[in-house]
């Protein structure tokens, strides 16, 4: 019998165990600087637990932020759980790592993308820049940008 390494899932596990790592320092020393998450996960999935107003709202799939006011953040191996802000309506959530469907920190364009098996391939990817959300303006395609203009320092001198 022939055996494969199956990087898709070693891929899966791999990032999921960064945002693991990442959210458990945000539970024990709070945000730094200017992080913060947005988070879309898959409000069908089993293990998921939100209000049952929040699935109706959101079926299928849902994106959460974790910036200014959150609370109760519980990290463990297969998820987290913490409270979110609704409309002056505080809400507990527990999302897997297996349900998240993208993971982005905006404030220093990361950006995690997991596909599922009906999407292309079966691999986690980073969002490429002319993908990255919530930028407002997108970087030019590679076959506009073109070479860095060099600029001579003489002029500036004394």
Same mark, same amino acid.
């Given at each position: 019998?022939?055996?494969?390494? +199956?990087?898709?899932?070693? %891929?899966?596990? @791999?990032?999921?165990?960064?945002?693991?790592?990442?959210?458990?320092?945000?539970?024990?020393?709070?945000?730094?600087?200017?992080?913060? $998450? $947005?988070?879309?996960?898959?409000?069908?999935? #089993?293990?998921?637990?939100?209000?049952?107003? *929040?699935?109706?709202?959101?079926?299928?799939? %849902?994106?959460? !932020? %974790?910036?200014?006011?959150?609370?109760?953040? !519980?990290?463990?191996?297969?998820? /987290? @759980?913490?409270? *979110?802000? /609704?409309?002056?309506? #505080?809400?507990?959530?527990?999302?897997?790592?297996?349900?998240?469907?993208? /993971?982005? +920190? #905006?404030?220093?364009?990361?950006? *995690?993308? $997991?596909?599922? @098996?009906? +999407?292309?391939?079966?691999?986690?990817?980073?969002?490429?820049?002319?993908?990255?959300?919530?930028?407002?303006?997108? #970087?030019?395609? @590679?076959?506009?940008?073109?070479?860095? +203009?060099?600029?001579? *320092?003489?002029?500036?001198?004394?």
């Amino acid at each position: 019998m022939s055996r494969e390494i +199956d990087y898709g899932n070693l %891929m899966h596990s @791999a990032m999921r165990g960064l945002i693991r790592t990442v959210l458990q320092d945000v539970s024990e020393n709070g945000l730094p600087g200017n992080h913060h $998450f $947005f988070i879309t996960f898959d409000t069908d999935h #089993p293990d998921v637990e939100l209000a049952d107003w *929040l699935s109706d709202r959101y079926p299928g799939e %849902m994106t959460v !932020v %974790m910036q200014h006011w959150f609370d109760n953040l !519980v990290v463990d191996e297969d998820g /987290f @759980a913490v409270t *979110l802000n /609704f409309g002056d309506s #505080p809400e507990p959530l527990y999302i897997p790592y297996d349900a998240i469907r993208t /993971f982005v +920190d #905006p404030s220093v364009e990361f950006g *995690l993308r $997991f596909e599922s @098996a009906e +999407d292309e391939g079966d691999t986690p990817t980073t969002l490429p820049d002319s993908e990255a959300p919530f930028e407002s303006e997108p #970087p030019a395609p @590679a076959s506009e940008k073109k070479d860095a +203009d060099v600029v001579s *320092l003489d002029s500036f001198r004394k």
